[in-house]
């Protein structure tokens, strides 16, 4: 499939993806929910198989995988071997900083829409410095339904007031995509995440970037 290229795209409010567009957070999610769940499943769980279950927050999957009983503990597990292994595991993708902190100075709205929980994207956006430059934050414990659903993107656009059409969804999975559509905005997924593209690619993104300088082009056209 070819994939669409444009070069520029002026938006008033950019709402992005966290896992996988900015910051490397696979590897920590992996190891987090092996230590959660390992002590219970009694089981290594591959990393396609987590990818699998992505959706909704992580606090939720682990309860749904574990039951009841075992919720409070292995969550309180999760999200321990989260913060521990957090700097060691999470390498920042070079640009990210400098390219949200670009886009609040044109005055573009920055907001955050992401699946995984609250408290541990508070955690990411910490520890990576991009905190400062989101003034909008739906983690998928704070929403009913989670991407593709585009409940998440409506809100922040209310809080903004900035219509669909002044907007861009950034991410990396055709879930991000298909969110953005489903409210009329435009759509850019990234390469840089999930390492398979194909269900990205499928949902037709209106622009695809390969880095995070081809992004800022985009973004941040001269």
């Not at 390992?38 to 992580?58: C, H, N, Q, W, Y």
């Not at 999200?79 to 400098?98: C, K, M, T, W």
Request: aromatic letters at 6%; glycine letters at 8%; one cysteine or more.
């Amino acid at each position: 499939m070819e994939e669409p290229r444009v070069k520029q795209c002026r938006a008033a409010a950019m709402l992005f993806d966290l896992d996988g567009t900015l910051g490397d957070t696979l590897p920590l999610i992996y190891r987090a929910f092996n230590d959660a769940l390992d002590p219970v499943l009694k089981r290594t769980m591959e990393e396609a198989e987590i990818r699998s279950l992505f959706g909704p927050p992580d606090t939720w999957i682990i309860r749904d995988l574990v039951g009841p009983a075992e919720a409070d503990s292995a969550n309180a597990a999760y999200l321990a071997s989260y913060d521990r292994n957090h700097d060691d595991l999470v390498p920042p993708f070079a640009g990210i900083q400098e390219l949200l902190g670009d886009c609040a100075a044109s005055g573009a709205r920055i907001a955050v829409v992401t699946g995984k929980s609250r408290q541990t994207a508070i955690l990411t956006l910490e520890r990576l410095h991009l905190m400062p430059y989101v003034e909008v934050l739906y983690g998928g414990d704070d929403v009913e339904r989670q991407k593709p659903d585009p409940l998440a993107l409506q809100l922040v656009l209310a809080e903004f007031g900035i219509a669909a059409e002044a907007a861009v969804m950034i991410g990396d999975s055709a879930a991000d995509i298909l969110a953005g559509k489903a409210i009329g905005c435009q759509t850019i997924g990234v390469l840089w995440g999930s390492p398979d593209h194909s269900e990205l690619l499928a949902a037709a993104p209106d622009i695809v970037v390969s880095s995070v300088s081809e992004l800022r082009s985009v973004l941040l056209p001269t």
